[in-house]
Each structure stands twice: as structure tokens, then as C-alpha cells.
T-cell receptor
Framework: AQSVAQPEDQVNVAEGNPLTVKCTYS??????LFWYVQYPNRGLQFLLK??????LVKGSYGFEAEFNKSQTSFHLKKPSALVSDSALYFC????????????FGRGTSLIVHP | DTEVTQTPKHLVMGMTNKKSLKCEQH?????MYWYKQKAKKPPELMFV???????INESVPSRFSPECPNSSLLNLHLHALQPEDSALYLC?????????????FGPGTRLTVT
């Protein structure tokens, strides 16, 4: 079985401040981890993924995520938030070697205030 | 071309109507997906086609009927829907030869059942 938890329904941050959106996972073996973003009235867009290698993964739009195996976490980060980053963020996990269908977290709404 | 297109963008239909949603991708991806998404919730997997064959049906009611005419096209035929079927319907594709990995989503069809 595979699952992912996003403990925060909503994250509020001021423009220019660093942001973190949290994600923890549960999967047997080494996970494949993903972050997607969804802007209003749009489909999901892939941001970044961790498969193997460096624990710090860089993605689109200045986002990065840090894989922490001991804490089973994959938090999404950005050094300086923009108002345009306001969107719904989904973490996803899948188990290598199993079905290639990911399991999505419930989503975290990021609101960046001017 | 890394785009998944979906038509129509919006659809309003009565409970006795028959309509179809269409999805197209030209990335050579051999896995295609239909998801249903309610507001501010994660996408719920409905169907998966792998190499044009239906590989996963997540116990979706028979009023939803998927079709994959070729490797680039995916349809979802709708008949006798209920108001609770109103949602954003997302199509996605991925490359199973790359382990599935990230999914590319279309912008979705906003369906309203009256």
C-alpha cells in the first residue's frame, strides 16, 4: 500500500518570504515522489519529482523539495514566494515496481499575500 | 509538444442526455487516464488505458463509458448522469516505458449535470 499525507489544508505566507508545503509518505521500499500544482480552473501541472540521487530536487518556477528518508517527508519549498504562486498543491507517491499509478495527497491551498 | 488537450472546456447536460468528452495527446505516451475532481479535492482515478487497452476501472458506474480509439485519443461517453456527477473531468497521460513517472494533465472539462 502507498499513501501520502499533507497535514495542512492551507498555508499562508507573505510575498517575498520563504514558503514550505509539507508532505509525508508511507510506501514499502524506496518511493517515487512528486509535486503537482493546480491553478484555479486548470488541470494539474507537474512541478518536480524524486526518484533517486540527491535529496534536494529542483523543479519548475523556482520550487524545490527535500527528500528525507528518516522522516519519510518530501516538503516543497521556495526561498521567496510570489503572489502568483497562490494555488492548490498536491503531493503524490508511488512504489517502484508496482502499479505506475500515483496516490495523491488531499492537497494544500497556498495563499501568498501581497 | 507536451500538451494534453481536452474538449469541450465546459459542458452542461441534462440527466437524459448523451455526451462525450474528448482528450488528445501527441507525446507518444501509451498510458492515458480519466480522473474526476471535486472542488479543492485531489483527483479521483476513474479509468486507465495502457497501450489502448483498459487496464484499470475503479468501480465507476456504467453511465461513464471510456473509449481509446488510438494511442493519441481518449474519450469518455456520458449517459444518464446524476447531479452528483458534476465535477471537473481531467485527462492525463504518461509514458509507462519511463516507469510511468510524471503525468501530464489536460485543462479539464467542467461538467454540470442539471
Amino acid at each position: 500500500a502507498q499513501s501520502v499525507a499533507q497535514p495542512e489544508d492551507q498555508v499562508n505566507v507573505a510575498e517575498g518570504n520563504p514558503l514550505t508545503v509539507k508532505c509525508t509518505y508511507s510506501v514499502s521500499g524506496n518511493p517515487y515522489l512528486f509535486w503537482y500544482v493546480q491553478y484555479p480552473n486548470r488541470g494539474l501541472q507537474f512541478l518536480l519529482k524524486y526518484i533517486t540521487g540527491d535529496n534536494l530536487v529542483k523543479g519548475s518556477y523556482g520550487f524545490e523539495a527535500e527528500f528525507n528518508k528518516s522522516q519519510t517527508s518530501f516538503h516543497l519549498k521556495k526561498p521567496s514566494a510570489l503572489v502568483s504562486d497562490s494555488a492548490l498543491y498536491f503531493c503524490a507517491v508511488r512504489r517502484p515496481g508496482g502499479s505506475y499509478i500515483p496516490t495523491f495527497g488531499r492537497g494544500t491551498s497556498l495563499i501568498v499575500h501581497p | 509538444d507536451t500538451e494534453v488537450t481536452q474538449t469541450p472546456k465546459h459542458l452542461v447536460m441534462g440527466m437524459t442526455n448523451k455526451k462525450s468528452l474528448k482528450c488528445e495527446q501527441h507525446m507518444g505516451h501509451r498510458a492515458m487516464y480519466w480522473y474526476k475532481q471535486k472542488a479543492k479535492k485531489p483527483p479521483e482515478l476513474m479509468f486507465v488505458y495502457s497501450y489502448e487497452k483498459l487496464s484499470i476501472n475503479e468501480s465507476v458506474p456504467s453511465r461513464f463509458s471510456p473509449e481509446c480509439p488510438n494511442s493519441s485519443l481518449l474519450n469518455l461517453h456520458l449517459h444518464a448522469l446524476q447531479p452528483e456527477d458534476s465535477a471537473l473531468y481531467l485527462c492525463a497521460s504518461s509514458d509507462p516505458l519511463a516507469g510511468g513517472d510524471e503525468q501530464y494533465f489536460g485543462p479539464g472539462t467542467r461538467l454540470t449535470v442539471t
